[in-house]
């Protein structure tokens, strides 16, 4: 097998792999991954939420108890839709944000993230066009990447997509003789910005795509972490027969069991359950028998609301070390989710200083990650879910030394 000089095996089947291999990239925030697991580094890059005061001893005898009693149900296949009575939990869950489900419209996926990529292979050939909004969730971008399609930003207001925008997105594609084939927004406590769209603007929005007949996928993992408490209606409650709704475990119990769903018009959901069927055949028994006994026998309900106020009070302690140590920086107050949008000052290049950032012992994901096309070097996504209040501080102290060590060196040289 050849070897390189750094001594890293080039790949013997370079050449087998199908074209579309290519698109596949690895996210900025994965390619962070093994640098800022070091305990050396705050990082306030990923999106990794924080279980440290999950009832761990209850979840273990829940879940012995699961495997003692129904272990030959949990450890068997199950349907590729999911198991009926979990659905029906899952509908429990979107009633908590006022979403009336039918569990029949519901399939089971592993999280929301297979759900975008589903949603995606299922409408999307190479050279199609999806509208998201600017920025976006990476990790959507990256699956859109995969699949070929031209990702186009809906530039945002603070009240959301800017529904003149949005028409004209549309409409300009259209005359190009260009496939648009969906809206993928996050409405609620967006990531990155953890901004949420108006409910007027929900109204304006669902209005323009039933006009112009375009699809909508609502990716909703945040829904229900508003720090007031406050829920927002689901665009799929506004026009269900055109929003394929997204929902998650994973920020409101814990990202292990690797649960999500699809909530879908009945034609939508078929194809779906296909997929589904043809990628895993049949979701986890045994997650799904676990979540359903957490839902029914656990407080849940005041599981989130104390995840609401770990998150707030993160979120103020971030807010005051911007106040403190960037004041020339600017960022929004998130009121919900996992994440802060900072503008850096005039002069710095996000993407290009995080390397000399890491070294500074801090990592944070540069803005570019949320773009398709490169836009984001003046940003940058602080997270505030994973890291506990003295080290957001004392990692927004280190970004703001190598910025003034970056401000120093671009001084020098202007000089
Ligand atoms: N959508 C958004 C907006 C997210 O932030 C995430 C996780 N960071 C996901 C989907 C995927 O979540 P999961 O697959 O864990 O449900």
Redesign the pocket.
Known sequence: MAVTTQGTHLDPWQDAYAAKADNLRESEIRALFAVVSRPEVVSLAG?MPNITDLPLAELAASAQDLIRTHGTQALQYGSGQGWPDFLESIAEVMAAEGTIADPGNIAVT?????A?DIMTQLFVDPGDIVLAESPS?V??LGVFAAQQAEVRHVPMDSDGLIPQALEEAIVTARKEGRAVKFLYT?PNF??PCGMSMTIERRGEITEICRKHHLLIVE?N??GLLGFDGQTYPALATLWPEGVVY?G????IFA?GF???WVYAPASIRKKVVLALESAVLSPSMVGQMALHAYLRDYDWIGQIAAYRSMYRSRRDAMIQALNDYLPDASWNVPDGGFYTWVKAPEGINTKAMLPRAVAGLVAYTSGTAFYADGQGTDHMRLSFCYPPEDEIREGVRRIALVMNREREIHNIFED
């Open positions: 999106g592993t999280g929301s993230q297979q975008i969730y990790g959507a996050i967006q990531n990716d993992p945040y997204l998650s475990f994973s920020k990202p690797r649960c999500g």
